[in-house]
């Protein structure tokens, strides 16, 4: 079965700092991983996605993502956080051998503090 | 206007009642999906569509009912509102093709009192 898992339920960084929100995964085959944000009261949406070559992946708004398959992991990354970024987060994988099913994490609460 | 919409944006309704919530893409993408979002649960899938008339259960099926007559609409119906289906419920669609990230309608707000 598929699993993901985000270990932080809240993320606290000061503005311009490094930030990293942490997501482990669970499948049975190759997984497809995808970062998605939430603004409140708005729907999820697309920040980046694994799906083979390189294990750095980089997306929108300055975010990057490195897929680590030894430790089945895929953290979501940006080098300098803004207040903006503050956010839900949430990871999501999907293993090939399930079709289309997406598996979300419990999401990360991330706080970037000005 | 291209994209996912969802209607109505927010919904109070009493137990029992029957709640039917829309959901429109415009992409004719081939699945589509319902979820709800909870506090400490992250978003549960409930139902999902791959194609027109091609429905099948979620992790959290139980006192909803959908349909897909048409690629682009997919309506999700709470027969008999509970209060434990308060919730605020996400409608997402994706294009075929296991790579393909999916994209989210702007959520309903159900209250159920």
């Known amino acids: 079965a598929q699993s993901v898992a985000q270990p932080e339920d809240q993320v606290n960084v000061a503005e311009g700092n490094p930030l990293t929100v942490k997501c482990t995964y669970s499948?049975?085959?190759?997984?497809?991983l995808f970062w998605y944000v939430q603004y409140p009261n708005r729907g999820l949406q697309f920040l980046l996605k694994?799906?083979?070559?390189?294990?750095l992946v980089k997306g929108s708004y300055g975010f990057e993502a490195e897929f680590n398959k030894s430790q089945t992991s895929f953290h979501l990354k940006k080098p300098s956080a803004l207040v903006s970024d503050s956010a839900l987060y949430f990871c999501?994988?999907?293993?090939?051998?399930?079709?289309?099913?997406?598996?979300f994490g419990p999401g990360t609460r991330l706080s970037v503090l000005p | 206007d291209a994209g996912i919409t969802q209607s109505p944006r927010y919904k109070i309704t009493e137990t029992g009642r029957q709640v039917t919530l829309m959901c429109h893409q415009t992409?004719?993408?081939?699945?589509m999906f319902w979820y709800r979002q909870d506090l400490g649960h992250g978003l549960r899938l409930i139902y999902y569509?791959?194609?027109?008339?091609?429905?099948d259960k979620g992790e959290v099926p139980d006192g909803y009912v959908v349909s897909r007559s048409k690629t682009e609409n997919f309506p999700l119906t709470l027969e008999s509102a509970t209060r434990s289906q308060t919730s605020v419920y996400f409608c997402?669609?994706?294009?075929?093709?296991?790579?393909?990230?999916?994209?989210f309608g702007p959520g309903t707000r159900l209250t159920v009192l």
């Open positions: 569509s791959a194609a027109a008339d091609i429905t």
């Open positions: 499948v049975s085959g190759n997984p497809y």
């Open positions: 997402a669609s994706v294009a075929g093709g296991a790579y393909n990230e999916q994209f």
């Open positions: 999501a994988v999907r293993d090939v051998n399930y079709g289309q099913n997406f598996v």
């Open positions: 694994y799906i083979t070559g390189d294990n």
């Open positions: 992409w004719s993408h081939s699945y």
